[in-house]
């Protein structure tokens, strides 16, 4: 029968392996000079790694960073206006019952990159093609803070109008038909966006005495209305009528589409206003122009 042999403290399963001399490794060991990769090499740059870990990121100053977040929001405002989107107000009743005096409106613009370019019913805002603005509604904000807001498309600016496109190159615009509606092509326009109980859907003047029609609309040009045709400086304000103005230029109630800055899509401001502006569907009944 076997005896059994009494364990003496050198015989016991220590924790931590021995070295040579016979002293038991720190625990630190394995953390310190024994970690592991995934293949299972020792990293022997453990200690630098953790001492670069605590080292402390240099961070910039206060000042430093408030103007490098300046000079970003600056950029990226700039880069909104020139390509994306821009503010406008409405300064007159031209655009009743749509727009009202004052509206805030936004204006985009991918919608016209490249070849695209206005369609007909588009709200647009261009800039002024010379002499259909007022001085004052041309010059824009006159405080200094609003003048380099409206510089990166914070603001309004001045001297731009909005209206309703009505015909483009190559369309013969005129009024009206029995019923008192424009025609474009000869296909009359259903316009439901104008006031209620108009006599005439042209500018009107006794009526819808005053019948007028276009020559054709030239290359890269386009015709242009107010919502508002009884108030609303706008090409057929401007069309030639020689038994009226003799020493009138026919051309003058054309806007060239360089000139335009974007299509009105929304109403953002006052609250009571919000709304989404589309192309109103009697446009697609046009027929291309002859």
């Not at 821009?86 to 009743?93: C, G, L, R, T």
């Not at 009505?166 to 006031?195: H, T």
């Not at 974007?262 to 589309?278: H, M």
Request: aromatic letters at 8%.
């Amino acid at each position: 029968m076997a005896s059994l042999v009494p364990v003496t403290s050198d015989d016991r399963v220590s924790p931590h392996p021995h070295d040579e001399d016979g002293d038991p490794r720190s625990s630190s060991f394995s953390d310190d000079a024994a970690e592991e990769t995934a293949g299972g090499t020792t990293t022997e740059a453990a200690p630098a790694g953790r001492a670069r870990r605590r080292r402390k990121r240099k961070q910039l100053p206060l000042w430093q960073e408030t103007i490098l977040l300046l000079v970003v929001a600056l950029t990226l405002a700039f880069v909104i206006k020139a390509f994306f989107l821009q503010a406008f107000y409405i300064p007159s009743e031209s655009m009743v019952p749509g727009l009202q005096v004052n509206d805030r409106i936004l204006v985009e613009k991918p919608s016209y990159w490249g070849d695209n370019g206005p369609e007909r019913g588009d709200v647009v805002v261009f800039e002024d093609p010379g002499g259909w603005l007022g001085p004052a509604a041309a010059e824009g904000p006159s405080n200094p803070i609003a003048q380099v807001m409206s510089k990166i498309g914070l603001y309004p600016t001045g001297g731009h109008l909005v209206k309703r496109v009505i015909g483009l190159e190559g369309d013969v615009v005129s009024c009206c038909d029995e019923q008192g509606r424009i025609l474009v092509n000869g296909q009359p326009l259903d316009e439901p966006y104008l006031a209620d109980g108009l006599q005439c859907n042209g500018p009107e003047v006794n009526g819808c005495t005053a019948d007028w029609e276009t020559v054709e609309v030239p290359e890269g040009q386009m015709f242009v209305m107010g919502d508002n045709r009884a108030q609303s400086e706008d090409s057929a304000a401007r069309i030639c009528d020689p038994a009226v103005n003799t020493a009138c230029t026919t051309g003058r109630e054309f806007v060239d589409t360089d000139l335009v800055v974007g299509k009105v899509f929304a109403v953002v401001w006052p609250r009571s206003s919000w709304d989404w502006l589309e192309r109103p569907a009697t446009f697609a009944d046009v027929p291309d122009p002859q």
